[in-house]
């Protein structure tokens, strides 16, 4: 599975941004996605999880009603809705698919596949 994130950039604090993530090659198993981010010097964080189905969804706590994700799995894609950014949301956010999973995880040892990274960048 190919993962290839897109819609980063820079914003004003308080801004929104919206980040896809379209899978390609082995799409025709179910897997479980998922949005993690990491800021220079730092680990490596969730952010977001989303079941095959749609219907299991976590968030990390620190983006609970700001970030929405979603999926639509006739395209292939899920998405990341970042609404009220802050300057600590700056990070490179990457996608990651648990691949032959229906199940949603914060776990990002779970994960087998992973996109390249868009950045994002979040001006006070």
């Known amino acids: 599975v190919q993962l290839q994130a897109s819609g980063g950039g820079l914003v004003q604090a308080g801004g929104s941004l919206r980040l896809s993530c379209a899978a390609s090659?082995?799409?025709?198993?179910?897997?479980?996605m998922g949005w993690f981010r990491q800021a220079p010097g730092k680990e490596r964080d969730f952010v977001a999880a989303?079941?095959?189905?749609?219907?299991?969804?976590y968030y990390a706590d620190s983006v609970k009603g700001r970030f929405t994700i979603s999926r639509n799995n006739a395209k292939n894609t899920v998405y990341l809705q970042m609404n009220s950014l802050k300057p600590e949301d700056t990070a490179v956010y990457y996608c990651?698919?648990?691949?032959?999973?229906?199940?949603?995880?914060?776990?990002?040892?779970?994960?087998?596949?992973w996109g390249q990274g868009t950045q994002v960048t979040v001006s006070s």
């Open positions: 989303i079941s095959w189905s749609g219907r299991t969804i």
């Open positions: 990651a698919a648990d691949y032959a999973s229906l199940r949603a995880s914060q776990d990002k040892n779970e994960y087998d596949y």
């Open positions: 090659g082995r799409t025709f198993s179910p897997y479980g």
